[in-house]
């Protein structure tokens, strides 16, 4: 069968919302537009761990870090999933976490800005988790099978991470006026960032057009970004908390949400390596990965002698 018949057959089953299987023929540009995205998201729940994992140690209460160690516990796993759901389409993870620690591969933009107060902890989760979320919810219905079901757990843990987040927000601002200040300061500098986390309009993506017609992504990334802001507006309101955007208000007559523009020059140079905390993360990784070598080299002789044993 030829390449061309191949496609049809491929964009035919996409259309009919069927799903595309590690062995099922698949073009090229398909294949690495998402190892591209799965890893980078990958990425991003492993370097994701670090800004909250900081603060494991200055947990204000046992509650507080039991439910903090189980969060980031829950972000290395999803990095798993996903590195495992990469190396359906013939990715190595060996190559992805180089690509990582070399500083090659991308991860979320948001995850280079620093965790100031206990307050980001909630901002993290609230704010941070809830756009992964939105974003993820919609990935479910992504036309590769395994990453599409990969996002069932997920989601599932991230509305958890999302709860937990904005309950710290809401103790917070039931607490002190300096308690709720600190609450306020933390939504004033996590919001911009958290909205980057959509990426810009689809007409400036240079990914975009071919993931929509491949179904890869199946929503665009301003329309997941109104759903985050219109989810997100009402918990500002409900808490008294002054929205962090003095242009950001709901337009009935476009139905959409107005907000200032966001500043994609700090976006793209953050994604280049030059935001606040790039150096640190990436050196934190290396760090981690280095003296996890022991375990990983311990893992491997045991298999090793568990397979001899079983022959």
């Given at each position: 069968?030829?390449?061309?018949?191949?496609?049809?057959?491929?964009?035919?089953?996409?259309?009919?919302g069927?799903?595309?299987?590690?062995k099922?023929?698949?073009?090229?540009?398909?294949?690495?537009?998402?190892?591209r995205?799965?890893s980078?998201?990958?990425?991003?729940?492993?370097?994701?761990?670090l800004?909250?994992?900081?603060?494991?140690?200055?947990a204000?209460?046992?509650?507080?870090?039991l439910i903090?160690?189980?969060?980031?516990?829950?972000?290395?796993?999803?990095?798993?999933?996903?590195?495992?759901?990469?190396?359906?389409?013939?990715?190595?993870?060996?190559?992805?976490?180089?690509?990582l620690?070399?500083g090659?591969a991308?991860?979320?933009?948001i995850f280079?800005?620093?965790?100031l107060?206990?307050?980001?902890?909630?901002?993290?989760?609230?704010?941070?988790?809830?756009?992964?979320?939105?974003?993820?919810?919609?990935?479910?219905?992504?036309?590769?099978?395994?990453?599409?079901?990969?996002?069932?757990?997920?989601?599932?843990?991230?509305?958890?991470?999302?709860?937990q987040?904005?309950?710290?927000?809401?103790?917070?601002c039931?607490?002190?006026e300096?308690?709720k200040?600190m609450?306020q300061?933390?939504?004033?500098?996590?919001?911009?960032?958290?909205?980057?986390?959509?990426?810009?309009?689809?007409?400036?993506?240079t990914?975009?057009?071919?993931?929509?017609?491949?179904?890869?992504?199946?929503?665009?990334?301003?329309?997941?970004?109104?759903?985050?802001?219109?989810?997100?507006?009402?918990?500002i309101?409900?808490r008294?908390?002054?929205?962090?955007?003095?242009?950001?208000?709901?337009?009935p007559?476009?139905?959409?949400?107005?907000?200032?523009r966001?500043?994609?020059e700090?976006?793209?140079?953050?994604?280049k390596?030059?935001?606040?905390?790039n150096?640190?993360?990436?050196?934190?990784r290396?760090?981690?990965?280095?003296?996890?070598?022991?375990?990983?080299?311990?893992?491997?002789?045991y298999?090793?002698?568990?397979?001899?044993?079983?022959?």
């Amino acid at each position: 069968m030829d390449v061309s018949k191949e496609l049809e057959i491929f964009e035919e089953k996409i259309q009919k919302g069927e799903k595309i299987e590690p062995k099922d023929w698949m073009p090229d540009e398909y294949r690495k537009n998402l190892i591209r995205m799965i890893s980078q998201h990958a990425h991003s729940e492993i370097v994701g761990m670090l800004p909250e994992g900081n603060w494991i140690t200055r947990a204000p209460s046992l509650r507080r870090k039991l439910i903090l160690i189980a969060k980031v516990q829950d972000e290395g796993g999803h990095g798993l999933y996903l590195y495992n759901t990469a190396e359906t389409l013939g990715a190595r993870r060996e190559d992805m976490i180089e690509a990582l620690h070399t500083g090659k591969a991308k991860y979320a933009s948001i995850f280079n800005y620093p965790s100031l107060t206990w307050a980001d902890m909630g901002a993290i989760g609230w704010l941070v988790d809830g756009a992964a979320m939105t974003n993820q919810v919609s990935l479910m219905r992504t036309s590769y099978g395994p990453y599409s079901r990969s996002m069932i757990r997920i989601c599932k843990e991230e509305a958890f991470h999302n709860r937990q987040g904005y309950e710290i927000i809401a103790t917070w601002c039931n607490g002190t006026e300096e308690q709720k200040q600190m609450a306020q300061d933390a939504l004033d500098r996590w919001w911009e960032p958290a909205l980057m986390m959509f990426g810009p309009e689809d007409k400036d993506s240079t990914h975009s057009a071919q993931s929509l017609k491949w179904k890869i992504k199946v929503e665009g990334n301003e329309e997941l970004r109104q759903r985050f802001i219109a989810m997100t507006v009402p918990q500002i309101e409900a808490r008294g908390l002054r929205l962090p955007d003095p242009n950001l208000k709901y337009n009935p007559e476009t139905k959409k949400y107005d907000y200032s523009r966001i500043n994609w020059e700090e976006f793209f140079n953050v994604i280049k390596g030059n935001g606040f905390m790039n150096r640190e993360r990436l050196r934190d990784r290396n760090k981690a990965h280095n003296e996890g070598l022991w375990v990983r080299e311990a893992a491997e002789a045991y298999s090793k002698k568990h397979s001899s044993n079983n022959k």
